[in-house]
């Protein structure tokens, strides 16, 4: 089992920009896929962005892609999410994942999650 705790969110303007970290600790041996979802209210947790453990391959939702960058220091068990000239439908809780394998978009492949950070964005 994977430990995780995110960290970096906050309240920005329009056109802002926020870092999202994720420290992982436990069973962190390579073999992990690291992804973060999103949850606005009243709507379903969504895939924002994964990242593959044995290369660095990376994966975004067609909503995010050109404004949000992931990445990983795997040395540090740190993931990040740098999210740039977000909009208020980026207004939600970010949590970071983690499992064995491939990169997938479905929220139900993941069994380790952190407890997520607010992130919210006014105009």
């Known amino acids: 089992q994977v430990q995780l705790v995110e960290s970096g969110g906050g309240l920005v303007q329009t056109g802002g920009s926020l870092m999202l970290s994720c420290a992982a600790s436990g069973r962190t041996n390579s073999g992990y896929t690291m992804a973060w979802f999103r949850q606005a209210p009243g709507k379903e947790r969504e895939f924002v962005a994964g990242?593959?453990?044995?290369?660095?391959?990376?994966y975004y939702a067609d909503s995010v892609t050109g404004r949000f960058t992931i990445s990983r220091d795997n040395a540090k068990n740190t993931l990040y999410l740098q999210m740039n000239s977000l909009s208020l439908e980026d207004t939600a809780v970010y949590h970071c994942?983690?499992?064995?394998?491939?990169?997938?978009?479905?929220?139900?492949?993941?069994?380790?999650w952190g407890q997520g950070t607010q992130v919210t964005v006014s105009s």
């Open positions: 994942a983690a499992r064995k394998g491939v990169v997938v978009r479905s929220s139900s492949s993941y069994d380790s």
């Open positions: 990242i593959r453990w044995f290369d660095g391959g990376t």
